[in-house]
C-alpha cells in the first residue's frame, strides 16, 4: 500500500514522507493526507482549483480529492513538502474528536490552511526526531505531530465563513498567517481571483 512504500515501517495507520519535487500526475487517495510545503514554491490543482503554495502553506487532502503538483517556473528556489499519511479509520477518530468528519468529508472545493515559519522548523525537527524512532515510538510520535497539525488547521477553521466563496475563505487563511503580515497590498492582491486590478484600486 502506499501508507507502506511511505513508511520505514509495514502495517501502520500513519506516515510521512519527505518530496523534494512536482507531482504533475492528477490522482485520488485511498487515505487522507496532510500536505505542508516546507520550501520553495509549487502549483497545486485541486477539485478544478489552481493555487500557488509557499513555505507554511498546508492542505487537508480526502479521499476524493483530486489534485497534482506542478513546478513554479516563476521559483528557482530549492522545493520540498512533507506529507503525512492517515488511515481512513485513524482520520475518523481523530477528526471526530472535532465532530467534523462528516462535514469535512463533504465540504465542497479544497481545505487549506497554513503554519508560520516557527512551526514549520519545528515540524521539521520533528519529522527528523520521528524517523529515527522505534515502529511503536514511530506511529505514536506521528500521530502527535498530525494531530498539532489538526489543531492549527481547526484554530484557523474558525475563520471560515460557509457563505464566502472559496477564494475569499483562502485569503482570510492567507492574510492571517504572521508571514504575510508585511506583505504590500498589491502583493496580497496577486492571491486573489482579482489580481489584475489597478494599484490605484488597491490603495488605502
Given at each position: 500500500?502506499?501508507?507502506n512504500m511511505?513508511s520505514?515501517?509495514k502495517?501502520?495507520?500513519?506516515?510521512?514522507?519527505?518530496?523534494?519535487?512536482e507531482?504533475p500526475?492528477?490522482h485520488?487517495h485511498?487515505?487522507?493526507?496532510?500536505l505542508?510545503?516546507?520550501?520553495g514554491?509549487?502549483?497545486?490543482?485541486?477539485?478544478?482549483y489552481?493555487?500557488t503554495?509557499?513555505?507554511g502553506?498546508?492542505?487537508?487532502?480526502r479521499?476524493?480529492?483530486?489534485?497534482c503538483?506542478?513546478k513554479?517556473?516563476?521559483?528557482s528556489?530549492?522545493y520540498?513538502?512533507?506529507n503525512?499519511?492517515i488511515?481512513?479509520e485513524?482520520?475518523?477518530?481523530?477528526l471526530?474528536?472535532y465532530?467534523?468528519y462528516d462535514?469535512?468529508?463533504n465540504e465542497?472545493?479544497?481545505?487549506?490552511f497554513s503554519i508560520?515559519d516557527?512551526?514549520v522548523?519545528?515540524?521539521?525537527?520533528r519529522?527528523?526526531?520521528?524517523?529515527?524512532?522505534?515502529k511503536?515510538?514511530y506511529?505514536e510520535?506521528?500521530?502527535?505531530?498530525i494531530s498539532y497539525?489538526?489543531?492549527?488547521?481547526f484554530?484557523?477553521?474558525?475563520?471560515?465563513?460557509?457563505?464566502y466563496?472559496?477564494?475569499?475563505n483562502?485569503?482570510?487563511v492567507y492574510?492571517?498567517s504572521?508571514?504575510?503580515?508585511?506583505?504590500?497590498v498589491?502583493e496580497?492582491?496577486?492571491?486573489?481571483?482579482y489580481?489584475?486590478?489597478?494599484?490605484?484600486?488597491?490603495?488605502l
Amino acid at each position: 500500500s502506499i501508507i507502506n512504500m511511505a513508511s520505514p515501517f509495514k502495517d501502520v495507520p500513519v506516515a510521512f514522507n519527505w518530496l523534494n519535487t512536482e507531482y504533475p500526475t492528477m490522482h485520488t487517495h485511498e487515505h487522507w493526507e496532510i500536505l505542508v510545503i516546507m520550501s520553495g514554491s509549487i502549483l497545486h490543482e485541486i477539485n478544478g482549483y489552481k493555487q500557488t503554495l509557499n513555505r507554511g502553506d498546508a492542505f487537508l487532502i480526502r479521499p476524493q480529492d483530486k489534485h497534482c503538483l506542478n513546478k513554479n517556473v516563476n521559483s528557482s528556489d530549492p522545493y520540498q513538502h512533507l506529507n503525512f499519511i492517515i488511515d481512513n479509520e485513524f482520520a475518523h477518530e481523530l477528526l471526530n474528536i472535532y465532530d467534523d468528519y462528516d462535514e469535512l468529508l463533504n465540504e465542497k472545493g479544497y481545505i487549506h490552511f497554513s503554519i508560520d515559519d516557527s512551526d514549520v522548523e519545528d515540524l521539521y525537527e520533528r519529522a527528523l526526531l520521528a524517523q529515527n524512532l522505534s515502529k511503536s515510538e514511530y506511529v505514536e510520535y506521528t500521530k502527535l505531530i498530525i494531530s498539532y497539525l489538526l489543531l492549527k488547521f481547526f484554530e484557523q477553521k474558525k475563520l471560515f465563513n460557509s457563505e464566502y466563496p472559496m477564494w475569499l475563505n483562502s485569503f482570510i487563511v492567507y492574510i492571517s498567517s504572521p508571514k504575510n503580515f508585511g506583505q504590500p497590498v498589491q502583493e496580497l492582491a496577486k492571491n486573489t481571483s482579482y489580481c489584475n486590478l489597478d494599484s490605484r484600486d488597491l490603495s488605502l
